[in-house]
């Protein structure tokens, strides 16, 4: 199996690498010039192809071969990177490849989603601050999302809740939706979304899904699984 971790060498990235070698698969990486460094634990294990993740050459040769495109769909600068790198891969990943985004819950598929007063005041006021000075467009991550959505690809998108740093609990639980009751504790490890992300590539079920995820030991997930 030949993986493409396009966003490689941010927190989620840098995970999704080394779940990809356990697995024995082959990576070819992509991030930007300045953040190669970033790669260095990896040298000799991977192939690093550094240029910006909306640059569509960098990322035609960089999915060239591969089974498999692992795509983090970060909405900064407000030069549309978000929707430009998931076009570049829809656009360039070998037919039949396995396809696989990740965001936030704030993305919504269907307008199913119900989100707490909480949640919506946190993202509105993010997206308004982030267009005041610029550094961040959200509503281009939800461009970038329509495209896939609306794609014939094999592609999922993976909905990580609140993240956090430490060891993996395991393979993260998932709903269709968020305000799905196994959804509350709004949190995941970042190791554990980097997992649920390469394991998607190998469950057929998640094809043309977008799941909302949330660590399998929270407080909503337990309590759940209490149920069944
Ligand atoms: N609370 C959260 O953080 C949260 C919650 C839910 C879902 N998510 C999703 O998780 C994914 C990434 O999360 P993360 O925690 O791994 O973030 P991260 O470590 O900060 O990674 C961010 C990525 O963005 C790139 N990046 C940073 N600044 C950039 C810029 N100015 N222009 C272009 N690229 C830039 C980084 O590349 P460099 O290494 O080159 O800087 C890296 O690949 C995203 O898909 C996000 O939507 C995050």
Not at 162 to 176: F, R
Request: glycine share 8%; hydrophobic share 40%; charged share 25%.
């Amino acid at each position: 199996m030949k993986v493409c971790i396009v966003g490689a060498s941010g927190k989620l990235g840098k995970y999704m690498v080394q779940h990809a070698l356990d697995r024995g698969y082959e990576v070819v990486a992509v991030c930007r010039e300045r953040s190669v460094e970033k790669l260095d634990d990896f040298e000799g294990r991977i192939t690093v192809i550094p240029g910006a993740t909306n640059d569509r050459e960098v990322i035609d040769s960089a999915v060239a071969g591969c089974d498999g495109v692992l795509v983090v769909l970060v909405p900064w600068g407000v030069r549309d990177y978000s929707s430009g790198t998931a076009q570049a891969v829809l656009d360039y990943a070998p037919p039949g490849a396995r396809l696989v985004f990740s965001c936030g819950w704030h993305i919504t598929r269907d307008g199913k989603d119900v989100y707490s007063r909480k949640f919506r005041w946190m993202v509105g006021a993010f997206s308004w601050l982030a267009r005041l000075f610029r550094f961040a467009d959200i509503d281009d991550q939800v461009e970038a999302c329509r495209r896939v959505f609306a794609s014939d690809t094999r592609w999922t998108v993976v909905r990580g809740s609140d993240l956090e740093e430490g060891e993996s609990q395991g393979l993260p639980v998932w709903s269709w939706h968020v305000g799905d009751p196994i959804l509350e504790s709004n949190l995941t490890r970042r190791v554990d979304f980097a997992l649920f992300m390469v394991e998607a590539l190998q469950n057929d079920q998640l094809i043309h899904e977008a799941p909302a995820i949330v660590g399998c030991r929270t407080t909503s997930a337990l309590a759940h699984a209490r149920q069944d």
